[in-house]
Protein backbone atom coordinates (compact mmCIF):
# COMPACT_ATOMS: atom_id res chain seq x y z
CA UNK A 1 0.00 0.00 0.00
CA UNK A 2 1.55 3.42 -0.97
CA UNK A 3 1.68 5.86 1.52
CA UNK A 4 2.79 9.51 1.50
CA UNK A 5 2.56 11.40 5.09
CA UNK A 6 3.58 15.05 5.22
CA UNK A 7 4.75 16.87 7.92
CA UNK A 8 6.29 19.90 8.88
CA UNK A 9 3.59 22.38 8.53
CA UNK A 10 2.51 25.01 11.39
CA UNK A 11 1.99 28.85 11.98
CA UNK A 12 4.99 31.02 11.39
CA UNK A 13 5.17 34.71 11.32
CA UNK A 14 6.16 36.63 7.84
CA UNK A 15 9.73 36.41 6.64
CA UNK A 16 10.19 33.21 9.06
CA UNK A 17 10.92 29.71 7.84
CA UNK A 18 9.49 25.91 7.69
CA UNK A 19 10.88 23.17 6.35
CA UNK A 20 8.36 20.49 4.87
CA UNK A 21 9.09 16.86 4.84
CA UNK A 22 7.56 13.96 3.36
CA UNK A 23 7.65 10.37 3.68
CA UNK A 24 7.69 7.72 1.11
CA UNK A 25 5.90 3.80 1.96
CA UNK A 26 4.86 0.95 -0.15
CA UNK A 27 6.60 1.97 -3.66
CA UNK A 28 10.15 2.51 -5.45
CA UNK A 29 10.50 5.89 -4.38
CA UNK A 30 13.60 6.46 -6.31
CA UNK A 31 11.83 5.91 -9.98
CA UNK A 32 9.24 8.44 -9.13
CA UNK A 33 9.69 12.14 -9.67
CA UNK A 34 7.90 14.55 -6.54
CA UNK A 35 6.52 17.48 -6.18
CA UNK A 36 5.11 19.70 -3.42
CA UNK A 37 1.46 21.70 -4.23
CA UNK A 38 -0.60 23.94 -2.22
CA UNK A 39 -4.03 24.76 -2.22
CA UNK A 40 -5.22 27.86 -0.81
CA UNK A 41 -8.87 28.47 0.18
CA UNK A 42 -10.77 29.25 -2.58
CA UNK A 43 -8.00 28.53 -5.13
CA UNK A 44 -7.07 25.83 -7.42
CA UNK A 45 -4.30 23.48 -6.21
CA UNK A 46 -1.03 24.80 -8.03
CA UNK A 47 2.09 23.23 -8.10
CA UNK A 48 5.21 25.02 -6.04
CA UNK A 49 7.70 22.51 -6.32
CA UNK A 50 9.11 19.38 -7.94
CA UNK A 51 12.06 16.93 -8.44
CA UNK A 52 12.66 14.50 -10.89
CA UNK A 53 13.85 10.89 -9.97
CA UNK A 54 17.17 11.86 -11.46
CA UNK A 55 16.95 15.14 -9.12
CA UNK A 56 16.39 17.85 -11.52
CA UNK A 57 14.37 20.47 -9.98
CA UNK A 58 11.86 23.10 -10.89
CA UNK A 59 9.72 25.95 -9.06
CA UNK A 60 7.00 27.99 -9.34
CA UNK A 61 8.16 31.93 -10.38
CA UNK A 62 6.43 32.96 -6.90
CA UNK A 63 8.50 30.69 -4.38
CA UNK A 64 11.88 30.91 -6.83
CA UNK A 65 14.87 32.21 -4.52
CA UNK A 66 12.89 30.97 -1.70
CA UNK A 67 12.30 27.57 -1.67
CA UNK A 68 14.19 24.71 -1.97
CA UNK A 69 13.22 21.22 -2.78
CA UNK A 70 15.23 18.10 -2.15
CA UNK A 71 14.86 14.05 -1.91
CA UNK A 72 16.78 11.58 0.01
CA UNK A 73 15.89 8.53 -2.15
CA UNK A 74 17.78 6.70 0.71
CA UNK A 75 15.87 7.51 3.20
CA UNK A 76 12.45 7.70 0.89
CA UNK A 77 11.56 11.65 1.58
CA UNK A 78 11.36 14.91 -0.18
CA UNK A 79 11.73 17.67 1.81
CA UNK A 80 10.21 21.31 1.16
CA UNK A 81 11.96 24.40 3.00
CA UNK A 82 10.80 27.24 3.13
CA UNK A 83 12.24 30.57 3.82
CA UNK A 84 11.40 34.26 3.54
CA UNK A 85 7.84 33.22 4.13
CA UNK A 86 5.18 35.47 2.91
CA UNK A 87 1.19 35.47 4.16
CA UNK A 88 0.34 34.24 0.72
CA UNK A 89 2.33 31.31 1.33
CA UNK A 90 -0.34 30.34 3.59
CA UNK A 91 -2.22 27.15 2.77
CA UNK A 92 -2.62 23.57 2.63
CA UNK A 93 0.88 21.56 1.46
CA UNK A 94 0.51 18.60 -0.16
CA UNK A 95 2.99 16.11 -0.87
CA UNK A 96 2.75 14.11 -4.76
CA UNK A 97 4.88 11.47 -6.40
CA UNK A 98 3.99 10.46 -9.92
CA UNK A 99 5.09 7.92 -12.60
CA UNK A 100 2.90 8.10 -16.02
CA UNK A 101 -0.56 7.16 -14.97
CA UNK A 102 0.82 6.22 -11.00
CA UNK A 103 -0.03 9.15 -9.32
CA UNK A 104 -0.06 9.18 -5.15
CA UNK A 105 -0.96 12.05 -2.90
CA UNK A 106 -0.54 12.93 0.88
CA UNK A 107 -3.13 14.16 3.07
CA UNK A 108 -1.92 17.61 3.81
CA UNK A 109 -0.09 19.61 6.02
CA UNK A 110 -1.57 23.07 7.23
CA UNK A 111 1.11 26.13 6.61
CA UNK A 112 -0.02 29.59 8.10
CA UNK A 113 2.31 32.81 7.39
CA UNK A 114 0.90 35.34 10.22
CA UNK A 115 1.87 37.79 12.29
Known amino acids: QVQLVESGGGLVQPGGSLRLSCAAS????????VGWYRQAPGKQRELVAA???????NYAASVKGRFTISRNNGMRTVSLQMNSLKPEDTAVYYC?????????WGQGTQVTVSS
Open 26 to 33: GMLFTIYG
Open 51 to 57: ISSAGRT
Open 96 to 104: NANLGSSDY
